[in-house]
């Protein structure tokens, strides 16, 4: 599936195609939660990164989380103009890429679960709302994102 993202002010515009669009992974970690999660969580999607595209980079800024005082390789990309975080990028998994769902304009479709993960970071406001298929962990879940879409039958 094609998706089309854009941040705020529209200074910045991609594409990527996407294998795994369906927004069902709730982030409570603190790096997406102060970074992208307004709701105390953030959303990603799974691309291919040979396919992204983007105009208006000049205008990408990109951020290293420190996790246990080690700066992570991993790339979050946010517009230096109005701050939209945009999508993260790991050298780790070359092939991959994540934009956030906030970022996405293209519509999305509506997961039949969603999956709750580092739940053991979430800000002590939050009330998750959990659906009655959805699942939740403390971690990471053992599923990937390619699996959960693959084992649901939602690649696209």
Same mark, same amino acid.
């Given at each position: 599936m094609l998706l089309e993202g854009s941040c705020h002010c529209g200074a910045v515009r991609f594409q990527v195609d996407s294998p795994h669009p =369906?927004? =069902?992974q709730r982030c409570y970690c603190s790096i997406c939660r102060k970074t992208a999660g307004g709701g105390g969580y953030a959303i990603n999607l799974g691309g291919r990164y040979e396919t992204l595209s983007v105009e208006g980079g000049e205008q990408i800024t990109i =951020?290293?989380?420190? *996790?246990?005082? !080690?700066e992570s390789p991993g790339e979050r990309h946010f #517009?230096? $103009? #109005?701050?939209?975080?945009? +999508? /993260? =990028?790991d050298p780790r998994w070359p092939e991959l890429v994540h934009p956030f769902a906030s970022a996405i304009?293209?519509? %999305?479709? /509506?997961?039949? !679960? $969603? /999956?709750? %993960?580092?739940?053991?970071?979430?800000?002590? +406001? *939050? !009330?998750?709302? /959990?659906?009655?298929?959805?699942? #939740?962990?403390?971690h990471y879940p053992q599923e990937s994102l390619a699996e959960w879409h !693959?084992?649901?039958g939602l690649v696209r």
């Open positions: =369906y927004p =069902y =951020y290293h989380a420190l *996790i246990e005082g !080690e #517009c230096s $103009r #109005c701050g939209s975080a945009l +999508w /993260v =990028y304009d293209t519509p %999305l479709p /509506v997961p039949p !679960e $969603r /999956v709750h %993960l580092l739940l053991d970071s979430k800000a002590s +406001w *939050i !009330e998750p709302h /959990v659906g009655p298929h959805d699942q #939740c962990f403390s !693959e084992r649901l």
